[in-house]
């Protein structure tokens, strides 16, 4: 069982949003997936409700809600039943974060194209770095042209964060697939959104292996 967590002390990363194109993702291929939401915003556990009654046909994700401080026991109950746990938490709780940093394999901290958002990385980076941990940024909502892109791998290089090189483009299918209970593997399987998703699933098992 692998145990992928999805951190960032900042708010509006895309956490969730990351979250739920992982667990999707993996589903896809055939993986046993859970997915388990310690943010009180309950935003993935939201997203799972219009899975459940609007998306029917969906390949099944089991979904947990949890408080951060029952994390582990409910990692070692999944442990029987999913291949893949994919833990979503909140923004500017370090408690919370340090529990599902502490029972992750991996750590995935979405991070925009902004040299600031890389900086406010740092506390993330840290805490998993220290939890030996391993923490990989993704950069996220990266838009088609300009320069933010060499500016934020810069940063990132500079930082000496290490970091996945898919990354997601700001774009409205994540959106829309999200607001129908699916991961844009499933919504709109065709698009640039899920070849990012799907690259990005293949160079995380990559680094797993
Ligand atoms: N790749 C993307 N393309 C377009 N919109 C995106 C993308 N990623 C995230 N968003 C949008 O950005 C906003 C924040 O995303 P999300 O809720 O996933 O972040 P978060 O880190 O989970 O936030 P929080 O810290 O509040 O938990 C949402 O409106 C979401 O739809
Ligand atoms: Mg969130």
């Not at 589903?27 to 935003?43: E, W, Y």
């Not at 994919?86 to 029972?103: L, N, Q, W």
């Not at 996945?164 to 991961?183: C, E, K, M, T």
Request: net charge positive.
């Amino acid at each position: 069982m692998t145990v992928i967590t999805v951190a960032q002390q900042k708010g509006g990363a895309g956490k969730t949003t990351l979250a739920i194109q992982i667990a999707t993702a993996l589903a896809a291929r055939g993986k046993g997936v859970a997915v388990v939401d310690i943010d009180p915003q309950a935003s993935l556990t939201g997203w799972m409700r219009l899975r459940e009654h609007g998306a029917r046909d969906a390949t099944p994700i089991r979904l947990s809600m949890v408080g951060g401080w029952r994390l582990g026991a409910e990692i070692e109950r999944l442990r029987r039943e999913a291949e893949f746990i994919v833990v979503d938490s909140p923004p500017h709780a370090a408690a919370e974060a340090k529990e599902a940093i502490r029972a992750a394999d991996v750590v995935l901290v979405p991070c925009q194209p902004s040299v600031l958002d890389v900086w406010a990385s740092k506390a993330t980076v840290e805490a998993a770095v220290k939890e030996g941990r391993r923490p990989f940024l993704v950069l996220n909502r990266v838009p088609p042209r300009g320069k933010s892109l060499d500016e934020a791998r810069d940063a990132i290089e500079k930082a000496g964060y290490p970091a996945l090189s898919a990354r997601l483009g700001n774009r409205q299918a994540f959106v829309n697939g999200i607001a129908r209970g699916l991961g844009v593997v499933e919504s709109e399987p065709k698009s640039a959104a899920a070849d990012e998703v799907r690259a990005l699933v293949d160079e995380l098992g990559a680094a797993l292996a």
